[in-house]
């Protein structure tokens, strides 16, 4: 058996117009700075896996970077949503986040081809694909980004279908994240500690979540 790793660190370069955050080392020990993280080719050399398995790299930095969700669709492509925009526990305006794409077409252990989906995104906590486009969780909104045909580039531009996704608390990170849709069509939505309050559908409907859990939305823009 094969078992494909997918390895992301912290090395950052800037690509395309949207500015990057510079990453910062943040592996320290009292008194002074830790060894730099392992390398992807370092960390599958450290592995330790059961008779049968092999282990590969399908991708690293730079050419996957600050990794917060990965989706296969249905044609095998890796989509990853990058985040740059998190300073620590607050969201930061200095920088853009985006959606790649890594497309595997031959069925090999490492990614053939990559694309930028979104690179204009702020505050991005998660997003799922379905339904002919990309639903993005972008506090405080989710945002439909139309794709109809499926090929990995949109047809217009984002629309906001919820709003009000707000964190609670003080901490943003703890805010919704991590979108995925059921076997019924909904769209399910991780919720942090702090939670959300009144967020609301493009039809009026409302939704407050304080306190971990997890919400689902309707394509329908209905909660």
Do not use: C
């Not at 200095?94 to 959606?99: S, T």
């Not at 076997?183 to 939505?189: A, E, H, R």
């Amino acid at each position: 058996m094969r078992l494909t790793l997918w390895l992301s660190f912290v090395t950052v370069t800037t690509l395309g117009a949207a500015q990057l955050s510079q990453i910062i080392n943040t592996n320290t020990v009292p008194g002074g700075t830790g060894a730099p993280p392992m390398t992807a080719e370092q960390a599958l050399a450290e592995m330790k896996l059961p008779a049968g398995f092999k282990a590969s790299v399908f991708a690293a930095e730079p050419d996957v970077q600050n990794a917060i969700q990965l989706t296969w669709d249905t044609r095998g492509r890796l989509w990853v949503a990058e985040n740059y925009t998190m300073d620590s526990d607050r969201f930061t305006d200095k920088f853009l986040d985006r959606i790649v794409i890594l497309d595997n077409a031959d069925g090999g252990a490492r990614f053939r081809s990559r694309r930028v989906f979104s690179e204009e995104l702020k505050n991005l906590m998660g997003f799922a694909i379905g339904y002919g486009g990309v639903w993005a969780m972008t506090s405080p909104n989710i945002l439909f980004i139309p794709d109809r045909d499926a090929d990995g580039v949109p047809d217009g531009p984002a629309e906001v279908v919820f709003d009000g996704f707000s964190h609670a608390g003080g901490n943003m990170h703890t805010s919704a994240n991590g979108l995925e849709f059921g076997i019924d069509g909904w769209i399910y939505i991780a919720v942090g500690d702090f939670g959300f309050v009144n967020a609301q559908g493009t039809d009026g409907t409302t939704l407050t979540m304080l306190g971990g859990g997890v919400v689902r939305v309707g394509v329908n823009y209905k909660f």
